[in-house]
């Protein structure tokens, strides 16, 4: 077996490797050869190997660097114990080795110059049967969702009789920088091929960490390379509230790892009846009485979990004006949605002004949309640098008491300066949910209806644009990770293998589809 973070096989007793340079008393070269084995007994590649220890002569002196986690046998079947002596190191095997098995001994900078800390890099293999086994297995590993290759992840080899993949493996291996593995030295046979994060550190996949796994056995009887990649994913997530947050006076701000829609709400054991605004499937504001508590006990239960968060309700931030968010850039003919962290009990038109220029003032029509929020529709035409201006009680609230004022800048974006994707996507399944990606940002997320029109992604800055579809499995309306427990791959993601440019004025059409994806 070869691991991808091993540089190279150091074939010990055929090579024969020079001395490292000696630095002088008074300033030479310095020294950055690496110490070097020389010769070993056994020798490398060994067959019908008996042998209980194995001796490495070296060509300087050296010293050992945590053995314990930097030597390694793959097969796991045995324990390794080392001596140092002189410029002779001395491999113990602790335990019985199987029979008509190929061994690697992986030394990951295992050995070190006294001086300068220059360290080395080897592989020793020997079979305790007639020959070395030769077959080799090569594969990619890359993120489940965002389908980037993998750095630096562990992958293992469990046999195909394996029930539980939380076990130590047979053989493990590295990612290299592009997310590739390489196993070498292998027996015939099926395996369950698994990557995983090791944060535990004891190569054995855990629930806690990110895991992919094939999703059958794959059967290794001649040198392999799979294409089809392994995808990682994250553990299921313990907590089902992720995130929460005070706003005075009156708004809680939730992020969950779950949709709360449905969920029940509770102040200790009392069952509340909050008023509700989503942002998104997994996070939204609740609204509810909060003037005699200064730490709020909110329990939360789905159908499937349960979470508590408590919240400190300072009376400095209880006692502040309501803050108000928008639109961070008006689109043209959108409408303005005015977002309060507190409920409105009324408001007055007459108090509540659009200027263009500053100076010139704007007609609009306004109207109350929800508990917290009001929307105002300006005419068609396009002005610049529009301002709002909240004035003396132009809107009052429940908890907050005062004179409440603000000025708001309208940042309106003109038309000529943006252009539309036209999507046809009949192609794809029902409930795929289609995401629309500009480099690592997401501008749009739509779920495909049946028997559905072809679908406006508008008012998009001029650039390149990507999509990529998931497959939402149990039409939940968001990606789902998979679980090492029960086996269960997450969903599965696919990006369209086109990029598009969008510009100014054009409306560009596009038929997506899943036979064009990377």
Known sequence: MQLVKFLFLILLGSVTFGCALQGSIDGGPKDTRAPQVISSSPKVMTTNFKSTEIHFQLNEFYKLNEPNTTLFI??????????????????????ELQKETTYALYFNKTIKDIHEGNDTLMTYVFSTGDWIDSLTYTGIVKDARTRLPLPKLNVCLLADTATNYSQKANYFTTTNEKGEFTFSYLKPGKYHVIAFEDKSKDMIPQVFEN???TKQSVHITSKTIDSVPILVFPPTPKRLIRSASFVGPNQIILGATNELQSARFFIKDKEIKPFLQAHG?????????LQELDTLPLHIQTSNSKDSAYIRLPLKEKQKAPRVWTNSKQLPNQAIILYFSDLITQFNTDSIQVFAQD???????????????????????EHKNLKMKLLNQSVQFKNFTGNYKTELPINQVEEKQIGNIVAQLDSLPDGTIIELFQGTKLIESHTKQTNEKPYTFAFLEKGEYRFRFILDENKNGRWDTGSLTTKKLAEETRWW?????????????VVLDLKKVL
């Open 74 to 95: 793959v097969p796991a079947h045995v324990k390794l114990e080392t001596v140092a002596k002189d410029k002779e190191l001395i491999v113990k095997i602790k335990g």
């Open 211 to 213: 895991v992919g796994f």
């Open 281 to 289: 499937s997994d996070s939204l504001s609740l609204f509810t009485d």
């Open 359 to 381: 100076t010139l003032p704007v007609k609009f029509q306004i109207r109350k949309i929800s508990e917290n929020s009001i929307i105002v529709q300006l005419p068609k035409n």
């Open 497 to 509: 293998n086109e990029t598009i440019t969008v510009r100014p004025n054009w409306d560009i059409e």
